[in-house]
């Protein structure tokens, strides 16, 4: 599960919060007096990650995980490496087989990070409804 606020300083009393610890929310934010959010960054615990950004370039996965302050390669998610288990990276529900730091983030782009066993179904696209 990717955790709510990441790339958010959420100790800066400038950034709201609301809801309980199974379905918190950050944000909220109107001004802050020192920066407070990353151009990545999650709000909730959806897996919806936000690329907001003034330059126009896309960003990348490993630029999240940068932020989030995890371990990413081919072998490797945080503390799950090979050949303990398996990691396997989807891009909209294809296979992807290259280094996953250079996965563009996109509008709607569906990624799935699958640590262990695959699951029946990886998703194609988010379900937005």
């Given at each position: 599960?990717v955790p709510?606020?990441?790339?958010i300083d ?5 950034v709201g ?5 199974a ?5 909220l ?24 950004t003034?330059?126009?370039?896309p ?5 999240f ?7 990413l390669?081919?072998?490797c998610v ?6 303990h288990?398996?990691?396997?990276f989807?891009?909209?529900g ?22 262990g066993?695959?699951?029946r ?9």
């Amino acid at each position: 599960m990717v955790p709510a606020g990441i790339g958010i300083d959420i100790r800066n009393r400038d950034v709201g919060s609301q809801g309980s610890s199974a379905s918190l929310f950050y944000g909220l934010i109107n001004t802050c007096s020192r920066p407070c959010i990353s151009p990545l960054h999650t709000h909730d615990t959806s897996g919806i990650m936000h690329t907001e950004t003034s330059t126009p370039r896309p960003n990348t996965l490993g630029q999240f995980f940068t932020e989030w302050n995890r371990k990413l390669s081919s072998r490797c998610v945080a503390s799950y490496c090979a050949p303990h288990t398996t990691v396997a990276f989807y891009v909209d529900g294809k296979r992807f087989k290259g280094n996953p730091r250079t996965i563009l983030l996109a509008n709607h782009r569906e990624i799935a990070v699958v640590i262990g066993k695959p699951p029946r179904y990886i998703p194609v696209a988010y379900n937005w409804g």
